[in-house]
């Protein structure tokens, strides 16, 4: 029916059909280009083992007053300022700040309310495990701390913070049994900055084997 009623129906039909095959061949898409070059990102992780972490000197025969930062009568031989104190009459974290003879004076005072006499008192020297190199920053991931004696050990771990010169314990006193570890896991990250240092400390001499997981260089 090239004149009838549907005539115009079927040229509209035919207008809404575009043919654009060969527009879009004679004009080609231009490939996707980024807007800016890919970024690499380079994590500089380190792994710092220690063997054999744990230096004690023990000390019997010690007089400790009320209240007092002098511990007296006791051999000083292989004590090293900086070493842990332990004794029950001193809090965790206390340190031996000077050494005179046959005397040691603590870096706080002690907790008794009597004199103490006959006191057997360890004197812990430090494993620096990890340094912070100067002018860096790193964050201490993890860390596994493995007992290699056949009893438990009491295992103390630091941060030294350089720019103060002072350091916190990041665990203290933790006992850990015979064929056990302890570990820290990356849900507490330690930000440690330049010179900054992880060090162990152990009531058990060459106890500790560490392994510590360190995020370098970072700005």
Same mark, same amino acid.
């Given at each position: 029916?090239? +004149?009838?009623?549907?005539? +115009? ?5 035919k207008a809404l ?5 060969? #527009? @879009?061949?004679?004009k ?10 890919? &970024?690499?990102? *380079?994590?500089?992780? !380190?792994k ?20 007092? @930062?002098?511990?007296?009568g006791?051999?000083? $031989?292989?004590?090293?300022?900086? /070493? ?5 009459n001193? *809090?965790?974290g206390?340190?031996v700040?000077?050494?005179g003879?046959?005397l ?10 009597g004199?103490? !006499?006959?006191?057997?008192?360890k ?11 100067s ?6 991931i993890?860390g ?6 056949? @009893? ?7 941060? +030294?913070?350089? $720019?103060?010169?002072? $350091?916190?314990?990041?665990? !203290?006193? &933790?006992?850990?049994? !015979? ?6 896991? /990356?849900a507490?990250?330690?930000?440690? #900055?330049?010179?900054?240092a992880?060090?162990?400390?152990? /009531?058990?001499d ?7 997981? *360190?995020?370098?260089?970072?700005s």
């Amino acid at each position: 029916m090239p +004149f009838g009623a549907s005539s +115009f129906a079927i040229l509209c039909a035919k207008a809404l059909f575009a043919c654009l095959a060969p #527009e @879009n061949a004679a004009k080609p898409s231009l490939p996707l280009m980024l807007a800016v070059d890919p &970024v690499k990102i *380079i994590v500089p992780f !380190s792994k710092t083992l220690t063997r054999a972490a744990g230096s004690v000197n023990s000390a019997s025969g010690g007089a400790i007053g009320v209240t007092t @930062n002098l511990i007296t009568g006791v051999s000083t $031989s292989g004590v090293s300022v900086g /070493d842990l104190i332990d004794n029950a009459n001193y *809090i965790a974290g206390t340190k031996v700040s000077t050494i005179g003879a046959s005397l040691v004076t603590a870096d706080r005072d002690s907790t008794n309310s009597g004199a103490a !006499s006959s006191q057997v008192v360890k004197f812990l020297g430090m494993t620096t495990a990890f340094t912070s190199a100067s002018s860096t920053k790193s964050i201490l991931i993890g860390g596994t701390f493995a007992n290699n004696t056949n @009893n438990q050990v009491s295992l103390t771990v630091h941060v +030294f913070d350089n $720019s103060s010169s002072t $350091s916190t314990a990041l665990a !203290s006193k &933790v006992p850990v049994p !015979s064929g056990s570890s302890f570990v820290i896991t /990356d849900a507490g990250k330690t930000l440690l #900055e330049g010179n900054d240092a992880i060090r162990i400390y152990c /009531d058990t001499d060459n106890a500790i084997d560490a392994s510590l997981s *360190i995020l370098t260089g970072v700005s």
